[in-house]
């Protein structure tokens, strides 16, 4: 018995976390407003055209022309849409940190960019969001955590 304790725990020290493999991306389009109301951190996912196309459409309502989206791969990709939902004022933006498997779920690593507080900004309804290609390695999950790892929101598909 003492010896398979022993054993156990010899192994258990040299046991190696789950390897994260990053996750080939490319960013498609990053704007400060979307018709899309949105509260808080939230992420889309599209894994083909025509749920994208009508995405867009959708989120660039109140422009005239409406404008055509960003072209995306969907040969082994799929297409992220990715907010922090409305602020109340300029100079937000979104950092994509890092894209990397965990089982059968694609992580997103992100931050929210504030302004700094010293900076002018106009008093304006804004909506930061970024589109996102992102290569598809069969996982069927799609999570957005901060930079402490804290779970934001996730998408299933």
Do not use: C
């Not at 991306?25 to 996912?45: C, K, Q």
């Not at 900076?119 to 930079?147: H, N």
């Amino acid at each position: 018995l003492l010896f398979t304790v022993l054993i156990f725990s010899i192994v258990s020290i040299n046991a190696k976390p789950p390897q994260k493999n990053s996750v080939t991306y490319r960013i498609l389009e990053e704007e400060n407003h979307a018709s899309f109301m949105d509260t808080g951190p939230s992420i889309l996912v599209f894994t083909d055209h025509h749920e994208y196309e009508v995405f867009y459409k959708t989120i660039h309502i109140d422009r005239e022309p409406v404008p055509v989206p960003p072209e995306a791969d969907f040969t082994g990709n799929i297409v992220i849409f990715l907010t922090y939902g409305e602020k109340r004022t300029s100079g937000f933006s979104i950092e994509i940190r890092k894209l990397y498997t965990r089982g059968n779920a694609l992580v997103i690593r992100a931050v929210l960019r504030s302004p700094p507080d010293d900076s002018f900004l106009s008093q304006v309804i804004t909506q930061p969001y970024l589109i996102l290609q992102a290569a598809w390695e069969g996982y069927i999950r799609v999570e957005l955590i901060d930079e402490t790892g804290d779970l934001l929101d996730h998408a299933n598909f």
